[in-house]
């Protein structure tokens, strides 16, 4: 039986409550289970990325609940959250977001110095992080000295470094030519394929949703389809 | 250690920014240890002089001498306790005078003036009385010549070689009467001194004052950095009750109280500079905040706990402010020694005020290295302290707002 990973319950986000209320995510149950490969799509302000910022737990919602793995962060503190997403949440920005002053090995290190591993610990997983994205040899570069498509791929290393649970992707290739956003997309189905690794994007970007095996699409904060409930139809029809 | 090394590479992702702000920060401390050893080098000067032109860094005498100044409240003279005081660490000179009054007089003219006996070759380790001597020359142990301030000597139209006759009361109520040739005329700073002043040596002035082995006071001088009260305290357990021990701030309270106004002036000035110091340091702190708005927010959301990255924002700051406090000092240790060395002097008429007051018109400074380390500090803990502010915008921090552009 596959493992769920992400479980939400009825979670809405209400802006202005006491004014004008708009509902960013309105009444949303969500269920990814391991190894999925899934894009949330919509136009601008459906709450593609206010969705994505409750799952990480970079933002509360107003109701409901939300489950990772079992553990119901609406009911964390603050500062059980980060550690939280330390632990189980991997992040990758539109804008890449390395630090400048460090080099690319140093980037994506930098989370495992956070999570307290040891420099034996941190070279085997950098070597092996840098081999699965692509970026054998350019570890010592400073982002400046980098692609666009490099920088997001230490981006996805930085995500992946600390092993978690399941990465959210906001948008990962609006800033990449097609031929950087397809290498991109590349390592990421690799990973999703071979070490099982769940994905969850925003996206425009017809290639990514392409590529996606679930597709969930949000309007006005609730979500309008769902592929994986077409498939379970579907196959409820066959076996029908 | 990881910590350390990302705030030292932040601290160079705009150069010009951590150039700009850590020669802020030297300025500002050389600035004030500047002022505050100009301020401190000018007060020591002033002391000096006022010290070594008469009182001396403490006197000692029989109690209640202070307060009604007579003959009569003098004291006999010990060497064994003259010993004892210059054993006490810190004295570097200790010797006794015999002081009254008397009336001056020369042909027609009489009037009233000070007679102190002093030890002349001891005397010149305290007070300047031998540099000060404008005509004739100094006195000799065992001389019965007499020096005079200038104005004294003018007013008395007494010269070198003139004879002088003093008459006054002595010791128990008996005559004194002596005459003297004047070996000697001083220009002294004090316009007091100089126009009362009449100086003799010790034994003359027993034989004047029918004071035979007596003294009004023993003047301690101290060497440079040597704590005055603590001083105080020790020579008044060593002499006893019978004994009354002021320092020169108890002799001329006047003079302490105009160098603690004169403090508080320059305290003020000291205090608008930290201020400004202060803005400066706070609006680089301000717009670092601003510039690294979105990347303290991505940092948060990946897992950086607050608490680490206020240390991170702390760091940089500290180090910021170490780096211009420390430059500040070692740029300020050359310049303040060579002031030290090559006063400020003053020309033109705020010159001839100080020559005037038998001061030498310059302004050194102090090269106290306590006074490097305080104004480094003090400019080091405003950092510290400004450094808070972005301390609590990593607080107040929302990943989620700060992310978005």
Redesign the interface.
């Known amino acids: 039986m596959n493992q769920t990973v992400i479980d939400a319950h009825n979670i809405s986000k209400v802006y202005n409550p006491k004014t004008i209320p708009v509902y960013a995510v309105n009444n949303v149950h969500l269920h990814l289970v391991k190894g999925e490969f899934t894009a949330l799509v919509g136009p601008s302000g459906s709450g593609k990325t206010t969705l994505l910022n409750l799952i990480g737990g970079l933002d509360r919602p107003d109701s409901g609940n939300i489950f990772i793995n079992g553990t119901d962060i609406t009911s964390l503190s603050s500062s059980q959250l980060v550690k939280f997403r330390l632990k189980n949440i991997g992040f990758v920005f539109q804008s890449y977001n390395l630090i400048p002053v460090l080099t690319a090995r140093e980037n994506a290190e930098f989370i495992m110095l956070l999570q307290g591993m040891t420099k034996s610990e941190r070279d085997a997983r950098i070597e092996q992080l840098f081999r699965q994205v692509g970026l054998e040899g350019l570890d010592k570069r400073r982002p400046s000295g980098l692609s666009g498509g490099q920088q997001q791929r230490v981006a996805v290393a930085r995500a992946l470094a600390t092993k978690p649970q399941f990465i959210l992707a906001d948008e990962p290739t609006a800033n990449l030519d097609s031929k950087s956003a397809s290498n991109l997309l590349d390592v990421m189905y690799k990973l999703n394929q071979e070490e099982n690794m769940t994905f969850i994007f925003s996206t425009h970007d017809q290639r990514v949703i392409e590529r996606a095996k679930r597709v969930i699409t949000l309007v006005d904060g609730r979500i309008v389809s769902d592929t994986a409930e077409v498939n379970v139809t579907e196959a409820h029809k066959a076996d029908g | 250690m ?1 910590l350390i090394k ?1 705030a030292w ?2 601290l ?2 705009n150069r010009s920014r951590t150039y700009i702000t850590t020669s802020a920060v030297a300025f500002a401390t050389v600035v004030s240890i500047l002022a505050r050893s100009l301020q401190a080098g000018i007060f020591d000067n002033l002391v000096n002089n006022i010290v070594s032109s008469y009182t001396g860094h403490i006197q000692v005498h029989l109690k209640g001498y202070n307060d009604e100044q007579v003959l009569d409240n003098s004291m006999k003279r010990s060497s064994r306790l003259e010993q004892d005081l210059r054993a006490i660490p810190g004295v570097v000179a200790v010797t006794a005078r015999l002081e009254s009054f008397s009336l001056v007089s020369s042909g027609e003219k009489t009037k009233g003036c000070m007679v102190i006996g002093i030890i002349p070759q001891k005397e010149k380790a305290i007070t300047l009385f031998d540099k000060k001597i404008s005509a004739g020359r100094y006195l000799a142990d065992g001389s019965n010549e007499v020096l005079m301030g200038k104005e004294l000597s003018e007013r008395m139209a007494s010269q070198v070689g003139d004879t002088v006759i003093l008459i006054g009361q002595g010791y128990h109520g008996s005559t004194a009467a002596g005459k003297y040739r004047v070996g000697g005329v001083m220009k002294l700073g004090s316009p007091q001194l100089n126009s009362r002043l009449m100086v003799m040596t010790l034994p003359a002035s027993q034989e004047l004052f029918s004071a035979d082995s007596m003294i009004t006071s023993y003047i301690i001088s101290l060497e440079e950095g040597a704590d005055l009260n603590k001083t105080s305290s020790e020579v008044h357990h060593l002499a006893g009750p019978a004994y009354e021990v002021l320092t020169w701030e108890e002799i001329m309270p006047e003079i302490k109280q105009h160098i603690e106004s004169d403090a508080r002036n320059m305290s003020v000035i000291q205090w608008i500079l930290y201020i400004l110091v202060s803005f400066g340091i706070f609006s680089t702190l301000l717009i670092m905040m601003v510039e690294r708005r ?2 303290s927010g ?1 940092l ?7 608490p ?1 990255l206020q240390l991170l924002v702390m760091l940089e700051s500290m180090i910021t402010v170490m780096m211009g406090s420390l430059a500040g000092m070692m740029i300020s240790i050359p310049v303040v020694t060579y002031l030290s060395r090559n006063p400020i002097r003053l020309s033109g008429e705020s010159a001839e005020a100080y020559q005037r007051f038998g001061f030498e018109p310059i302004f050194p400074t102090s090269t106290d290295p306590g006074i490097f380390l305080v104004q480094g500090s003090i400019v080091f803990v405003i950092g510290i302290v400004l450094s808070l502010y972005p301390v609590y915008v990593v607080a107040k921090l929302n ?2 707002n700060a ?1 978005k552009k």
């Open positions: 990881w990302l590479k932040n160079w992702r979105f990347e991505m948060v959301a990946i897992g950086m706990s607050k680490r990943p989620v992310m």
